[in-house]
């Protein structure tokens, strides 16, 4: 069993750490901060499991962990849980899970499993196409738009870090051409969200008001923040704040240092990831890393961009951070994966 670098143990717990204070204040309900540390412990023994083989050996099941992915996503359709309008999960008695979330993971390993196989470009651009197109027309149906934005930018990144820039201008101008018919397939509460994203105060009690409130959170927290003082926060303004809008309790309790803390952190294990990338020259391994680090970045900056209101409110959790076991167990196995790529990485020379 390889060694966990030190380095990335202490970003997670610290992040593990902020997640669970941030969680103590935002919810009434204990019992969610009781999951939460569940949940991060399960992640912790997902990490120290995800060491006990070569990430390569990966590629014998990709198709087996593909469609398992796309029979849970069908599951969801046919039997799935509903809730705040939308049917994302499958309720296993002790535990629900949202096989979305999953499929961030799924995809990653299956088109960077394609782009790294010795084939021609366009047959690695019709399945990676082909590989999206079909968990993106699920997750898009239950409705999560969220999660659709965050893949379709994976797909995009994989395909412009590998093919020739044609594959990749081609898939952009249909998807720009593509945006009013799509925009017309969406719920009414979703073409909302996006209306109120460009004027929040068009309905400030109604569809702009977590981010009205969440932007007054961050706002009253200035420099140093209010910690225990905080009023957004402790008198529950912002609804939900445990999930989508947590940044927003962040900003207030620790002010402009806390936010600033949180944001090192994240990009302290961004530079891990591109340190690994640069370090490993097997494809499949650096197409995982780019991916993850895609994956990452992207529901930073949408959650973060939402809570201060640059982005519309589409329910992308804040990794590490956001209260929910599928999020937070996906962050781990992202983050394993990324681990398992640079532990190995002396191994190259071994084709597997």
Same mark, same amino acid.
């Given at each position: 069993?390889? $060694?966990?670098?030190?380095?990335?143990?202490?970003?997670?717990?610290?992040?593990?750490?902020?997640?669970?204070?941030?969680?103590?204040?935002?919810?009434?309900?204990?019992?969610?901060?009781?999951?939460?540390?569940?949940?991060?412990?399960?992640?912790?023994?997902?990490?120290?499991?995800?060491?006990?083989?070569?990430?390569?050996?990966?590629?014998?099941?990709?198709?087996?962990?593909?469609?398992?992915?796309?029979?849970?996503?069908?599951?969801?359709?046919?039997?799935?849980?509903?809730?705040? !309008?939308?049917?994302?999960?499958?309720?296993? $008695?002790?535990?629900?899970?949202?096989?979305?979330? +999953?499929?961030?993971?799924?995809?990653?390993?299956?088109?960077?499993?394609?782009?790294?196989?010795?084939?021609?470009?366009?047959?690695?651009?019709?399945?990676s196409t082909a590989s999206f197109l079909l968990p993106a027309f699920f997750i898009l149906k239950q409705p999560d738009l969220g999660t659709t934005i965050v893949i379709?930018?994976?797909?995009?990144?994989?395909?412009?870090?590998?093919?020739?820039?044609? %594959?990749? +201008?081609?898939?952009?101008?249909?998807?720009?051409?593509?945006?009013?018919?799509?925009?017309?397939?969406?719920?009414?509460?979703?073409?909302?969200?996006?209306?109120?994203?460009?004027?929040?105060?068009?309905?400030?009690?109604?569809?702009?008001?977590?981010?009205?409130?969440?932007?007054?959170?961050?706002?009253?927290?200035?420099?140093?923040?209010?910690? +225990?003082?905080?009023?957004?926060?402790?008198?529950? +303004?912002?609804?939900?704040?445990?999930?989508?809008?947590?940044?927003?309790?962040?900003?207030?309790?620790?002010?402009?240092?806390?936010?600033?803390?949180?944001?090192?952190?994240?990009?302290?294990?961004?530079?891990?990831?591109?340190?690994? %990338?640069?370090?490993?020259?097997?494809?499949?391994?650096?197409?995982?890393?780019?991916?993850?680090?895609?994956?990452?970045?992207?529901?930073?900056?949408?959650?973060?961009?939402?809570?201060?209101?640059?982005?519309?409110?589409?329910?992308?959790?804040?990794?590490?951070?956001?209260? !929910?076991?599928?999020?937070?167990?996906?962050?781990?196995?992202?983050? !394993?994966?990324?681990?398992?790529?640079?532990? %190995?990485?002396?191994?190259?020379?071994?084709?597997?």
């Open positions: 069993m390889k $060694k966990i670098p030190i380095f990335l143990l202490l970003i997670l717990i610290s992040l593990s750490f902020i997640s669970i204070f941030s969680l103590h204040f935002t919810s009434t309900n204990t019992l969610l901060v009781k999951k939460q540390l569940i949940y991060i412990l399960i992640g912790f023994i997902t990490l120290y499991v995800m060491l006990l083989f070569d990430f390569r050996s990966l590629k014998y099941f990709i198709w087996t962990i593909y469609f398992t992915g796309i029979a849970a996503l069908t599951a969801v359709v046919l039997v799935g849980k509903g809730a705040y !309008g939308a049917q994302r999960w499958i309720s296993l $008695k002790i535990f629900t899970i949202q096989p979305s979330e +999953f499929e961030k993971i799924i995809l990653i390993l299956c088109i960077s499993y394609i782009l790294s196989r010795d084939q021609s470009d366009i047959k690695k651009f019709i399945l379709l930018i994976i797909y995009f990144a994989l395909l412009l870090f590998s093919l020739d820039l044609k %594959y990749f +201008f081609s898939i952009a101008t249909f998807s720009v051409i593509s945006i009013p018919f799509l925009f017309e397939l969406l719920k009414p509460y979703q073409r909302e969200r996006i209306i109120t994203f460009l004027n929040p105060q068009m309905d400030p009690l109604g569809s702009g008001y977590n981010v009205i409130q969440s932007i007054i959170a961050i706002g009253s927290g200035k420099i140093s923040g209010k910690w +225990f003082g905080s009023t957004q926060t402790s008198l529950h +303004f912002v609804p939900v704040q445990y999930a989508d809008f947590i940044f927003s309790a962040i900003g207030e309790m620790g002010g402009f240092i806390g936010a600033s803390i949180l944001l090192l952190l994240y990009i302290a294990l961004f530079l891990f990831m591109i340190k690994t %990338y640069k370090s490993v020259n097997n494809l499949f391994g650096k197409y995982i890393i780019v991916g993850i680090f895609i994956m990452f970045i992207t529901q930073i900056f949408i959650n973060i961009g939402m809570c201060i209101g640059i982005t519309p409110v589409t329910g992308i959790p804040l990794p590490f951070i956001s209260f !929910g076991g599928s999020s937070t167990l996906v962050n781990f196995i992202a983050i !394993g994966l990324v681990m398992n790529i640079y532990v %190995y990485r002396e191994d190259m020379n071994i084709s597997i």
